[in-house]
């Protein structure tokens, strides 16, 4: 055998070894790389309110698939009828749980105003009405508190968690003031009017992260993230 047909050989033998070895790194990565892709966590919100959906997902990030009412074909009207934040929230995720079988997170928000003895309170979404018009809950707080020198405020989410047959709750309180007239463009609900304390501006005239960080909402959020990242470590 001639020397240039030896190195030719050693050549070829070299590189089909190094290809080999290669697809067979591929072949132990990929089912790795598949298992990280369905470790994100997916929760059902029970909500239809976008801007609810759109804030969770922010806080709690891209490690979880939060996923709305109607993406698990859910359209009819969910009972709320509490006279507490927390009790509807607990009957909205029972009522998921019930008759769609699936782990689920509910929310209840309140504004509470001091000087109007707590209105609106657990009404707050239909403060003006059945019809959940933000706009004009808004124009009737603004009315009730005309004259009022008192314009102390606070809003509270209760977030109702039922994961494996257990259910828990999360609570978030941020306290401020009833501003006399609206400022703002972002947010939703009452925001353009509530002004948190340490804030010289409404929550409609904070970016979304800035909002996120110190609102009812966003607090409670966060202690659900961690009771979630405790599950999934003790189940590991």
Do not use: W
């Not at 709690?60 to 934040?85: F, H, K, M, R, W």
Request: aromatic content about 8%; proline content about 2%; charged content about 25%.
């Amino acid at each position: 055998m001639k020397t240039n047909d030896f190195e030719t050989k050693s050549t070829i033998f070299v590189r089909l070894f190094i290809l080999l070895s290669c697809r067979k790194k591929c072949r132990v990565q990929y089912p790795d790389v598949q298992k990280k892709q369905h470790m994100k966590q997916r929760i059902v919100f029970a909500t239809n309110n976008a801007h609810k959906l759109q804030e969770v997902r922010q806080i709690l990030g891209a490690e979880y698939d939060v996923v709305g009412l109607d993406q698990i074909g859910c359209n009819e009207d969910i009972p709320e009828t509490s006279d507490t934040i927390s009790g509807n929230a607990l009957q909205k995720a029972r009522y998921i749980r019930q008759h769609y079988h699936t782990d689920c997170m509910a929310d209840d928000t309140g504004l509470f105003v001091d000087a109007l003895d707590g209105e609106p309170g657990v009404y707050s979404a239909r403060y003006a009405g059945e019809g959940h018009d933000a706009a004009a809950n808004r124009c009737k707080l603004l009315r009730n508190m005309a004259g009022k020198t008192n314009r102390s405020a606070s809003f509270r989410t209760v977030i109702a968690l039922i994961q494996d047959d257990r259910e828990q709750l999360f609570e978030g309180r941020v306290d401020g003031v009833i501003t006399s007239e609206e400022h703002g463009d972002h947010g939703f609900g009452y925001d353009s009017i509530f002004q948190p304390v340490g804030y010289d501006r409404t929550f409609a005239e904070l970016t979304a992260e800035e909002k996120n960080a110190i609102s009812h909402r966003g607090l409670a959020v966060r202690q659900l993230a961690l009771h979630l990242l405790k599950n999934t470590n003790e189940r590991q």
